[in-house]
């Protein structure tokens, strides 16, 4: 971001650029850059807007919140802003930086298109020729610009750098890249520290996956509730409130028991990884950093890590009361499965506190009588605890 | 103002989205015949995550990218199935990604949708939008999720 790129005198004739922009754009750049593209024809000038909503405003460049506290607007302000100075376009240097460097971007597509585009529409042509009438006085105060057929490129160099247009649009590329890079580090939460590209997009990289997880996670949840309720023709449609105070919880229900009876021929293991962390998630929350989503989804993979430390943090401890919660029912549906899970705890955390554990889970074992109603408890203490 | 602007799109998203996504729940609640067994299991919740990417892009329309994508993928996913996947697996095996950025941006190409078309910067800008679409959508399925169980 160097403000001189841009000289105040010579950012007026970025119109007729915009022209050959909107004109173009149908043809030229088909669905990638359509949100970018709207945007920077909204900031530019009042005629290119005037195109872009005479077109139904197809790019939905309102729909962005990128830079478009120009283009909010209608288009009459638009217009009035036309009027009202050069100086308070010339300051969004953003906007002709992008369209010079879409004018690279597509340097020889427009060469082939140009041609025939002017015959194609001639809506569009009206519109030309009334910009073209009301900047050329413009135009011609302008220094640095090749002959008015070609490409605008409307950036300066500062001293010191690169004048050709190569690189002149490859560093109005980067300056573009970099403020969206920018949004994004705003966009995403803990993103804001991190410095350098690389680590920004893996940062991003790993939020949205994280996300993607969730709804994945969400969605198996919600088919577990939503199965239920299907079974269950009282409870169809949207459960009154005061259902919450009966003993029967939904949680309970989707980690409880019953969903393991109804498995007993699938590997259990791996049904109760996806179980957990299931509730890794539910007890997490959901606005989670990417990092604490990481590990979660490493440890959601390694039981032992939940069932042994106690010590760290209330998050283990919750997993505790989860696996004691789980381990019951398994051993009430299939009796072979139990010593598996147990191994599984020992080999991945040798700290593991096994008196505790054990004891912890002989206990509910001895409830198993009441084993789901425990559970739903145990369960429901969960969500106080994560609610607190 | 810019700020304003943003809530209150992703508002009517989440509004449309959440409409959409609640229709679909409810229907499949009434067709579906709640059988055991994992693989019905993982199959409907499947289908219910497809539910909820495709609401969500017929929330947002098709004035996104990303958005178009997902319902050009839907429309297409009854026809050629299997043909899709099987050629996606092999570009997957045969390409070997650059180091650096360039990889890290093929990264983010395979996770939002259509993005294997773009360039950078719009490739940035779409991510932008989507995050903050699959945010709400992450959002709004808790609350569901939530009403649903208590």
């Known amino acids: ?388 | 103002m810019t700020q304003k602007g943003v809530t209150l799109n992703t508002n009517s998203h989440k509004i449309k989205f959440a409409r959409s996504f609640i229709r679909t729940l409810l229907k499949m609640r009434k067709n579906a015949p709640s059988s055991s067994s994992i693989e019905e299991i993982r199959k409907r919740s499947q289908r219910i995550k497809i539910a909820a990417y495709s609401s969500m892009a017929h929330a947002v329309g098709s004035r996104r990218a990303w958005s178009r994508a997902i319902l050009f993928k839907l429309r297409n996913r009854a026809r050629h199935h299997g043909m899709m996947r099987r050629r996606s697996m092999k570009k997957r095996v045969i390409k070997n990604d650059p180091p650096g950025d360039q990889s890290k941006a093929n990264k983010l190409r395979q996770l939002v949708p259509g993005g294997k078309a773009m360039d950078m910067c719009s490739l940035l800008e779409e991510t932008a939008h989507y995050i903050r679409c699959l945010s709400t959508q992450v959002k709004v399925m808790q609350t569901i999720a939530d009403h649903f169980s208590k």
Request: net charge negative; aromatic share 6%.
């Open chain 1, 1 to 388: 971001m160097d403000p001189p790129l841009v000289s105040e005198s010579s950012f007026s004739a970025a119109n007729p650029a915009a022209y050959s922009l909107a004109e173009l754009w149908p043809f030229g750049g088909s669905e990638p850059g359509t949100g970018s593209l709207g945007l920077r024809m909204g900031n530019l000038g009042p005629n290119p807007n005037g195109f872009a909503e005479s077109s139904g405003n197809r790019d939905g460049s309102a729909e962005e919140s990128t830079v478009t506290e120009q283009s909010g607007g209608g288009g009459g302000s638009r217009k009035k802003r036309k009027e009202v100075s050069s100086e308070d376009e010339s300051s969004k240097m953003v906007s002709t930086s992008s369209a010079n460097d879409l004018l690279s971007e597509s340097n020889g597509k427009r060469m082939k298109v140009a041609g025939s585009c002017d015959d194609n529409d001639g809506s569009k042509a009206e519109v030309e020729a009334s910009s073209a009438a009301d900047n050329k006085p413009a135009e011609g105060s302008t220094q640095p610009s090749e002959p008015p057929k070609q490409d605008y490129i409307h950036v300066r160099a500062r001293r010191g750098q690169a004048t050709d247009s190569h690189s002149l649009a490859e560093r109005a590329r980067r300056e573009k890249i970099s403020e969206r890079m920018k949004i994004l580090q705003d966009l995403v939460p803990g993103c804001n520290k991190v410095i350098g590209k690389a680590l920004v997009l893996d940062e991003i990289i790993n939020y949205i996956q994280s996300l993607q997880r969730q709804v994945e996670f969400l969605s198996m949840k919600l088919e577990a509730v939503n199965s239920r309720m299907g079974m269950n023709p009282v409870m169809d449609g949207f459960p009154p409130k005061d259902l919450g105070s009966q003993p029967f919880d939904a949680s309970g229900m989707i980690l409880g028991s019953q969903a393991m009876r109804e498995y007993p021929q699938s590997s259990q293991l791996e049904w109760l990884h996806m179980q957990l962390g299931a509730l890794s998630f539910d007890a997490s929350g959901m606005m989670f950093g990417s990092q604490a989503m990481r590990e979660y989804a490493q440890s959601s993979t390694k039981m032992a890590a939940y069932a042994g430390n106690e010590r760290t943090f209330a998050g283990v401890t919750l997993k505790f009361k989860f696996d004691v919660l789980v381990i019951p029912s398994l051993l009430r549906s299939k009796k072979k499965s139990l010593p598996l899970t147990f191994e599984a705890g020992m080999q991945g955390n040798p700290l593991i506190d096994m008196d505790a554990f054990k004891s912890a889970t002989q206990k509910s074992c001895n409830e198993s009588g009441s084993a789901d109603r425990e559970g739903t408890g145990r369960s429901s203490n969960i969500r106080q605890q994560d609610s607190r």
